[in-house]
């Protein structure tokens, strides 16, 4: 016969094994009906219950049973302080009943199966109340200390699983959080076009990232990508109540450094412990001009129609909850030209493992263009391959609708000249117009305009004048200026007549006019522009 110390020492060992080993890779559902079988053949019970706590219910919760058959239903609750289960719960200790007859407890988890004698103790999960576990059985049973010990070590095994399925709670809850917060599909808003993405980290869960566009009454065009530290729920729900808080300050803002002050204020005496970093712009109603408030944030990208790409050259203050709350931030103007791109993202999108943030920066710069934001954001996507970064990424781009700006004339030549040095600047011009690959005809009639007019300039405009010549879309053109304003140009240009010598009171011009392919004269109290364009 084998005396009780050893039948104890083998249920230990063989416990150990099990609870070591065997269940390491099962899931939560899987583990606990695991648990609750070897319950029954190391204990020899007829029933066992787990019940996990919601704590914020301070209820008990039927998670999981095995031998009460047709009397278990997931899901029932019993308050803490109530019944068997709900005693454990409240002492957190555990509770042996030899003989429930004399117990008031009517519960079906309890009574159910014909049970007389009851063991349970407090299941723990980092060091707080998780859930109760019990057994019972049909016959009358005395359960002694070592019975209580395994019964411990169940629940130790079982916490470890209702640890990981909080874990998959939170992680679940904050996802549908931070994706209820973030926009469906981007509004269409009048003089720009949007896109979006938002990518949860493949390591970390998700976190406290998030973008927002709003308009504002005053038609202006809020725009915010942010970033709270650390993951998981906690995070997330900061996150939100930021976004909605920076919502309210934009209303009475108009200045997004201001509103960051204010939100900085919030995070330091509500959210304290927090950090978070938030880029905040403002686009006006005519969305020529981008106003940004940087908090911590990586700056955003703006690249130009031409397809230049620039960090957005504004400075970047103290994230949010970072030392003491200040009343000094700052907001920087730039131009947002028709065609323009402007690309806002967080720390996830550019940042790698074993890799510089500068490479990072370089893979952006190299990715974007002044092309539909949708485009760019899937382009920017693929860029960051197939490892998925351990931060969450938010990424928003917003370009300005309308035609480009003409692009910047490129300047030729340019200089005074005066009656002695007409003859020096005349062969420049002629050098120009066969560099530029003016015909010989062609060319000859221009320098000769330009020398007219030049000469004109001497006579009627004080004896100097100042030369440019440039190329404005493909053309040359010669635009000489001088202090003279008697030719009455003006009105030439109201009647769109051409000069002649009669009304100009000169030959000059008019021979200016035959040579060129077109004339515009400018004239007022400042003095005379007369801009010469090439034929050819």
Known sequence: MIDAATDSDERLRRLEAVTDAALSHLDVDELLAELLDRVFELLRVDTAVILLLDPHARQLVATAAKGLDDHFKPGVRVPVGRGFAGRIARDRRPLIVDDIAAESDTSPLVRGGGVRSLLGVPIFGGGELAGVLHVGSTAPRAFSADDVRLLEMVADRASVGTHTRAGSVDRDTALALQRS?????????????????YLPGHDSGVGGDWYDVFTLPSGLLGVVVGDVSGHGLQSAVVMGRLRSALRAYALVCADPADALVHLDAKVHHFETGNLATVLYAMIPPERDTIHVSIAGHPQPVLVGPDGRVELLPAPTDVPLGMGRPTTSRRTTVVDFAPGALLVCYTDGLIERRREAIDVGLDRLRATVWPGHPDEVCTALM??????????????????????????????????????????????????????????????????????????NAIRHGGGSGMLRLLVTDGRLVCEVRDHGAGFPAGDFLARRERPTPSSTGGMGLWIAQQTSYALRIESGPAGTLVRITAAG
């Not at 599909?185 to 009048?190: D, F, G, M, N, Y």
């Not at 040095?421 to 221009?446: C, I, K, M, N, Q």
């Open 181 to 197: 917060l973030l926009p469906t599909a981007l509004a269409q808003v009048s003089g720009v076009e949007m896109a979006a993405r």
């Open 382 to 455: 693929l860029a960051v391959g197939e490892e998925r970064p351990s931060d969450d990424t938010a990424l928003l781009a917003i370009r300005r609708l309308g035609p480009p700006a003409p692009p910047e004339p490129d300047v030729v030549l340019d200089g005074a000249f005066d009656r002695a040095g007409v003859a020096t600047l005349r062969r420049r011009v002629a050098d120009a117009a066969d560099r530029h690959g003016l015909a010989g005809e062609a060319s000859d009639d221009f320098v000769a305009a330009v020398n007219e007019v030049m000469t």
